[in-house]
């Protein structure tokens, strides 16, 4: 729907709701005549019944104070006018945290790509134990090495001790983050500080699932070489990676998976009424997608996932009591991230909503956010059960 003005879009956003036709997403330009669109922004933030809508905003040029206003009001993209149809499209995905899946998919198998990468030493900085299996597997099938550090300072302390050709860091971690662990790194280069590296400028690339337009800028203003969207797209990581490792001997590269998984756990299923139910909370087709199609890695996981999950809803929970809204956006965007590798689109707008209540510090309303989201997380719980049992069973 259309409005001409702050006012016209606030009586709309409120008329809409009272009807429980809610708007999920209000497009706004920040230059409007008389009232502009950082207010309107505000008055949904201030609004009970609108403040978990996502907030894009338009302008035409940068204003001193811009971004800062965007952060204070939990405003998911700041785009610059004219906007290309492409430009928007990939920031309204982005903003919800989800990848963009063609309704006529290409076959899901193995990748061939074009390029020969010699088998690197790297280490991988995230905290999320489902993200590094999916990475650990994946770059395992291309005879890499790789070791695991749960935050940017375990990072460093590897790197002080252990030579690596490259590091994959994750933006959002605990105690010290991607980008503040890159900007030590590399002020340890300059003084020589990393002796053991091979190379003077260890490669960095950022692993993040976007949160808003500009996340990329960031990443290599803090000296990063790359960036890379979670789920890890194997295409484009084998892209950044051949830019620096190419051997150019253009053997092709097949990806196959000969991983060993881990015992398997005795779960309860759902009974049989709630089965087909269940499988549809995950969209199986980007979850085969983001392992190239290896049901066995899947499984590895979703059991990986499976091991962490309740604590993590226990940690969020927390956190919502307390009101400590940093640590809240922190574990929703790890959760955010995990579910794009399954697929599943409806926790991640539910995790999308509460994000935002935390970016703005407005949590004492959140619990019944917090349901939905357990809720959401549980039925995605009981799909990888089904799943983990039977890895090769049909899917829809």
């Not at 922004?41 to 019944?49: C, L, V």
């Not at 907030?55 to 965007?70: A, F, H, K, P, W």
Request: with cysteine; net charge negative; glycine share 6%.
């Amino acid at each position: 729907m259309l409005a001409a003005s702050a006012k016209e879009a606030i009586e709309l956003l409120r008329t809409e709701e009272s009807k429980g036709l809610g708007f999920r997403l209000v497009l706004t330009d920040v230059n409007m005549p008389e009232i502009d669109g950082f207010t309107l922004a505000e008055w949904i933030r201030n609004d009970e019944n609108l403040k978990s809508a996502v907030i894009i905003v338009l302008t035409s040029g940068g204003r001193n104070g811009d971004r800062e206003r965007c952060e204070q009001l939990g405003v998911a993209a700041h785009l610059m006018k004219p906007i290309k149809q492409s430009e928007l499209f990939d920031s309204i995905v982005h903003v919800f945290g989800v990848e963009h899946i063609d309704k006529q998919r290409q076959p899901i198998g193995p990748v061939e790509v074009d390029v020969q990468i010699p088998p690197l030493r790297i280490l991988l900085a995230e905290d999320a134990i489902p993200n590094q299996v999916l990475a650990v597997g994946l770059l395992k099938k291309w005879n890499h090495s790789v070791e695991v550090a749960n935050n940017g300072k375990e990072a460093i302390n590897r790197l002080q001790s252990e030579p690596f050709d490259l590091v994959l860091m994750d933006v959002q971690m605990p105690e010290m983050d991607g980008l503040e662990a890159t900007k030590l790194i590399r002020r340890l280069e300059r003084e020589n500080q990393l002796p053991l590296q091979p190379t003077s400028h260890t490669p960095i690339f950022a692993m993040t699932a976007h949160a808003m337009k500009g996340d990329e800028e960031r990443c290599l203003a803090s000296g990063m070489d790359g960036f890379v969207s979670k789920p890890i797209r194997v295409q484009h990581l084998v892209k950044l990676m051949s830019s620096l490792f190419d051997n150019s001997s253009r053997r092709p590269l097949v990806l196959n998976s000969e991983d060993e998984t881990p015992a398997q756990e005795n779960r309860p299923l759902p009974n049989e009424f709630q089965i087909n139910k269940c499988l549809e909370s995950v969209d199986w087709s980007a979850a085969l997608e983001s392992v190239q199609a290896d049901r066995e890695l899947l499984k590895i996981v979703a059991e990986a996932f499976l091991s962490e999950y309740v604590d993590r809803l226990e940690e969020l929970t927390g956190h919502v009591n307390n009101n400590n809204a940093e640590d809240v956006k922190r574990i929703l965007h790890l959760l955010k991230g995990v579910m794009s590798t399954f697929g599943a689109v409806q926790t991640m707008r539910i995790a999308e909503q509460l994000e935002t209540m935390g970016r703005t510090g407005q949590l004492a309303s959140a619990e019944k956010q917090l349901e939905l989201l357990r809720e959401s997380v549980l039925n995605v719980v009981s799909a990888l059960n089904i799943f983990v049992k039977d890895p090769e069973m049909d899917l829809p």
